[in-house]
């Protein structure tokens, strides 16, 4: 399978503990995005990378989330201290160039 | 970023046409009109774009009016795989990011 793939797919954790998320963007795209969906609504942007340089983030970004992706290909989202409001599907795109977003199945995460 | 506005919902029939209308009345001159659609339990995924006229693809075709301020998704014989969120949203081409701001779309839905 070429396309972008999220892992794990589904997470359950407790309120206060970290988590985190992995991101493989389909080989030869340079851009990545970090996208987060909750229930009902459409998804929301959160931060931008091209290559290695995390170049937009969102305001929904807060301090408790962090994105990487160190050597320019994978990608890497980190929600400390998890709160229930956390509760959501983050979904992960990637692109090249002016083409379109493709999109990952989405890692759900529920906090208890 | 420009807003678009689009029915809550729709409902065909399988193997009929289906339009789905966008209403984009602040769209600037470097907006293109993107189409996105998720169906249950996937990340969105592209379906059509366009800027001034009218697009066809393998998945469906984009009429955009002569002022730009609305467009219409046609989907023109609707399968069961159709049901989905369908998104309407401009991209500015001269945004750095090229993020996708989704709004709450149009639910799909396909009668048998």
């Known amino acids: 399978d070429t396309g972008v793939s999220q892992d794990p797919r589904h997470k359950i954790t407790k309120r206060g503990q970290n988590v985190t998320f992995r991101c493989d963007p389909i080989s030869e795209h340079n851009r990545l995005y970090w996208y987060r969906q909750t229930l009902g609504q459409g998804p929301e942007f959160l931060t931008y990378f091209q290559n290695e340089a995390q170049l937009e983030k969102s305001r929904l970004l807060s301090d408790r989330f962090s994105a990487e992706r160190p050597k320019g290909s994978f990608s890497t989202l980190e929600i400390q201290r998890t709160e229930q409001g956390d509760s959501a599907m983050y979904l992960c795109?990637?692109?090249?160039?002016?083409?379109?977003?493709?999109f990952g199945p989405g890692t759900r995460l529920t906090v208890l | 970023d420009a807003k678009t506005t689009q029915p809550n919902s729709m409902e065909s029939n399988e193997e009929e046409p289906v339009h789905l209308p966008c209403n984009h009345s602040t769209i600037s001159g470097t907006d293109y009109i993107h189409w996105y659609r998720q169906l249950p339990s996937q990340g969105p995924e592209y379906v059509i774009h366009?800027?001034?006229s009218n697009v066809n693809n393998r998945m469906a075709s984009l009429a955009i009016a002569e002022d730009r301020k609305s467009s219409t998704l046609i989907l023109h014989r609707a399968t069961l795989r159709d049901a989905a969120v369908y998104y309407c949203i401009l991209r500015d081409i001269i945004q750095g990011a090229q993020k996708l701001v989704f709004g709450q779309g149009t639910r799909l839905t396909i009668n048998p």
């Open positions: 366009g800027l001034t």
């Open positions: 795109a990637s692109r090249s160039g002016w083409n379109e977003q493709f």
